[in-house]
Structures are given as structure tokens and as C-alpha cells.
């Protein structure tokens, strides 16, 4: 697997814990991917792969609050498992078989409404704000039983390389994964127009 370079950017990194509230493939880079589903995020094959991760770990996204560009804003990292307090999401795939090199998902909420609206609004400092919000900003379907978003977002991750790219959380030393390149992409559930 090629690795895939993470955007440079200067000064040091001040994270901060989000807080939370899934065959073949022909990817070609390790992504993630906010599904329409409102608070779900998808980890192609080659993410799971690169990151060493499968069904029932945990992952925790790390938010860079000194942020200059939505490229430097959000990371991921291999979470200390379901009996930490710390907050972070488990992780599953369609088949519930256990490997390395899958499609995973989890729901994290809070963290996908920052990064929806930092993406689609351009508002780099946007805070957690709930799904009735996000109807009203014209992100999420206006319906009061949907809990669809009007976009699907890619964003490419790669490991951060030198000393940025290991964070102690609870005295665990973890590597830390970069996600950038956003894309945006208009959504309509099947059947609508």
C-alpha cells in the first residue's frame, strides 16, 4: 500500500476530545466517508488497513481547536477500548466478521454536525449543534422523522508523520491519522428528485 502524504501545516498540534453521542473495493487511498445518516461515518478497507483496526475496536476523533483551515481541524485515532470514559465510537462492519482490511462504521455524534457545517458552510470554528439546526441551515431533510443529510463528504487520512504524530491520552501513546481533502457531495435519497 502506497503511503499517502497528509498536508503540512505549522505550529503544534492542541487537540481536544470530540465529544460522541460499517467485498471487494476500488479505493485507491484510505478515506472516511459522513454518510447521509446523520452522525455515521464509514472507514474505506484501507483506512481500517493503515490504522490496524476491526470490528468492536474503538475510534476517538481528535479536534485541532487552533485550526487555520478545515484541512488541519480533524483527526482520528485508535480509541482505549469500550471501558475508558473517554469519549469514542465502536466500531462495526455490515458482516460482523472480524479482520483487519473491512469497511468499518460508527456513529459519532457532535463532531459530524462541526464538520458537516465546517465543510458545507465554510464555518471552520462551527460548534456541535443538534439535528433541528441542521434542518433549519438546509443540511438535513426537513422532515420531522428524517434524519437524512442533504450531503455525503469524503475527506482522504493519512498518518501524521514526525513528533505531531504520536498524542498521549490517559498515559497511551497513539498514533494519529490525519483527514483531509474534503469534498462535499450533493445527496438525494433514492426515488427523489
Same mark, same amino acid.
Given at each position: 500500500?502506497?503511503? /499517502?502524504?497528509?498536508?503540512?501545516?505549522?505550529?503544534s498540534?492542541k487537540? +481536544?476530545?470530540?465529544?460522541?453521542? +460499517?467485498?471487494?473495493t476500488?479505493?485507491?487511498?484510505?478515506?472516511i466517508?459522513?454518510?447521509?445518516? /446523520?452522525? %455515521?461515518?464509514?472507514?474505506?478497507?484501507?483506512?481500517?488497513?493503515?490504522m490496524?483496526?476491526?470490528?468492536?475496536?474503538?475510534?476517538?476523533?481528535?479536534?485541532? *481547536? !487552533?485550526?487555520?483551515?478545515?484541512?488541519?481541524?480533524?483527526?482520528?485515532?485508535k480509541?482505549?477500548?469500550?471501558a +475508558? !470514559?473517554?469519549?469514542?465510537?465502536v466500531?462495526?462492519? $455490515?458482516?460482523?466478521?472480524?479482520?483487519?482490511?473491512?469497511?468499518?462504521?460508527f456513529?459519532?455524534?457532535g463532531?459530524?454536525?462541526?464538520i458537516?457545517v465546517?465543510v458545507?458552510?465554510? *464555518?471552520?470554528?462551527?460548534?456541535?449543534?443538534?439535528? *433541528?439546526?441542521?434542518?433549519?441551515?438546509?443540511l438535513?431533510?426537513? !422532515?420531522?422523522?428524517? %434524519?437524512?443529510?442533504?450531503?455525503?463528504?469524503h475527506?482522504? /487520512?493519512?498518518? /501524521? !508523520?514526525?513528533?505531531?504524530?504520536?498524542?498521549?491520552?490517559?498515559?497511551? $501513546?497513539?498514533?494519529?491519522?490525519?483527514?483531509f *481533502?474534503?469534498?462535499?457531495?450533493?445527496?438525494?435519497?433514492?426515488?427523489?428528485?
Amino acid at each position: 500500500m502506497e503511503n /499517502v502524504e497528509a498536508p503540512k501545516f505549522s505550529g503544534s498540534l492542541k487537540l +481536544s476530545i470530540a465529544k460522541n453521542g +460499517s467485498k471487494g473495493t476500488k479505493d485507491t487511498e484510505p478515506s472516511i466517508t459522513l454518510t447521509p445518516t /446523520v452522525n %455515521r461515518f464509514e472507514l474505506n478497507p484501507l483506512t481500517s488497513q493503515l490504522m490496524e483496526l476491526q470490528t468492536k475496536d474503538t475510534v476517538m476523533i481528535l479536534v485541532n *481547536d !487552533e485550526a487555520k483551515t478545515i484541512n488541519e481541524k480533524f483527526f482520528l485515532a485508535k480509541g482505549l477500548g469500550e471501558a +475508558s !470514559e473517554i469519549p469514542q465510537a465502536v466500531l462495526a462492519s $455490515d458482516d460482523q466478521i472480524e479482520g483487519i482490511g473491512k469497511k468499518l462504521s460508527f456513529n459519532y455524534s457532535g463532531v459530524y454536525s462541526r464538520i458537516l457545517v465546517g465543510v458545507v458552510k465554510g *464555518d471552520l470554528n462551527a460548534p456541535e449543534i443538534a439535528l *433541528d439546526k441542521l434542518r433549519q441551515l438546509g443540511l438535513v431533510k426537513a !422532515e420531522d422523522s428524517a %434524519r437524512t443529510a442533504l450531503w455525503k463528504i469524503h475527506a482522504k /487520512v493519512a498518518k /501524521v !508523520e514526525g513528533e505531531n504524530g504520536i498524542i498521549s491520552i490517559e498515559g497511551n $501513546d497513539r498514533q494519529i491519522y490525519q483527514m483531509f *481533502d474534503f469534498v462535499a457531495l450533493p445527496y438525494s435519497p433514492r426515488g427523489e428528485k
